[in-house]
C-alpha cells in the first residue's frame, strides 16, 4: 500500500510526530533537522518541544492553547513554508573525531565481533576506524549518538544477557548499528573500545558535546594518549577535534 508522506499521528495528548518516509537516508534526515530548525526559528508559542529522529520529528505542544487538529494544522502549514526554501537552505556539517582505545580491558567483546564475523581484532578496528558515520539522531541515553554507515563486516548480533553497567565512553557494535555510551548504563552491544571524552556533562549549558546531522570518526589511540586525554578532559583543557565536513553525495 502506497503511504503519502508526511503522515500525522498524535503522541498522547500533548503531541503530534510526523513521518517523512519509512525508510532511513542522509536525504531525509537532512531534511528533517532543516525542518526541526524551521520550527525553532519562526517558533509559535505553542509549540515547547522538538525531537528529530531517523525519519520522523515529534513536536510538543499546549494542549490548553491548541487541539490536535489544530496542531496538525499549523505543523502542515509549516512544512510546506519550509518546503519552498528547502532546496535552497544548506546545513553546515561538521566532523568529530572520537578518540578510543580499542580492546584490551575496554574492549570485552572485540573478540566476539573478530570471531563471528571471521575477522583478526586488528581488521575489526581497521574496519570500525576508518568509516565516517553519520549521527542520524540523540536518544535512549542524554546525548547518545545514532550512528549509520557500520560496514556489513561488523554486523554484530547483541549479546544474548545484557550488562547490568556498561562504563561510561564504551563504544559498541550492537547488530547493524554502533555507537557511544555517553554515562554508564545497561546495556546489550558488543564493547570493543572506550573513549576518554566525557560526551556528556550536566554541569554544563550545553551538556551534549555531539548534535545530530553531523558526522563522526573514530580515531584509534594507545593506553598513553587514553590516560592524558582522560585527564585533561576531568581538568577541562581537552578540546574534542571538530572540524568541517561536506558529505559526497552518491
Not at 581484532?121 to 565516517?132: A, G, T
Not at 563486516?153 to 550488562?163: E, H, N
Request: net charge negative.
Amino acid at each position: 500500500m502506497k503511504v503519502d508522506f508526511p503522515v500525522f499521528h498524535p503522541l498522547g495528548c500533548s503531541a503530534v510526530t510526523i513521518y517523512f518516509s519509512d525508510t532511513i537516508s542522509v536525504e531525509i534526515n537532512d531534511f528533517i533537522h532543516i525542518f526541526a530548525n524551521f520550527l525553532r526559528d519562526n517558533t509559535e508559542k505553542y509549540w515547547t518541544e522538538i525531537v528529530p529522529t531517523y525519519h520522523s520529528i515529534t513536536v510538543f505542544y499546549q494542549p490548553t492553547e491548541l487541539s490536535y487538529d489544530e496542531a496538525v494544522g499549523r505543523l502542515n502549514k509549516n512544512y510546506h513554508d519550509c518546503q519552498k526554501c528547502y532546496r535552497q537552505t544548506e546545513l553546515d556539517k561538521r566532523l568529530y573525531k572520537i578518540p578510543v582505545l580499542y580492546g584490551k580491558e575496554f574492549g570485552l567483546d572485540i573478540n566476539r565481533v573478530a570471531e563471528l564475523n571471521n575477522l583478526t581484532i586488528e581488521e575489526v578496528i581497521s574496519l570500525h576506524s576508518s568509516q565516517i558515520y553519520r549521527i542520524f539522531m540523540i536518544g535512549f541515553l542524554p546525548g547518545f549518538p545514532y550512528l549509520g554507515g557500520l560496514p556489513s563486516s561488523l554486523i554484530t548480533p547483541r549479546l544474548m544477557k545484557p550488562r547490568r553497567s556498561v562504563p561510561e565512553g564504551s563504544v559498541g557494535i550492537g547488530g547493524n548499528q554502533t555507537g557511544v555510551y555517553p554515562i554508564s548504563s545497561p546495556g546489550g552491544w558488543n564493547l570493543i573500545g572506550r573513549t576518554p571524552i566525557k560526551l556528556f556533562d550536566q554541569c554544563l549549558e550545553n551538556p551534549i558535546k555531539l548534535e545530530a546531522g553531523h558526522y563522526l570518526q573514530f580515531i584509534p589511540i594507545e593506553k598513553d594518549e587514553f590516560d592524558d586525554i582522560q585527564n585533561r578532559s576531568k581538568l577541562g583543557n581537552y578540546e574534542m577535534i571538530c572540524e568541517e565536513y561536506v558529505h559526497e553525495k552518491n
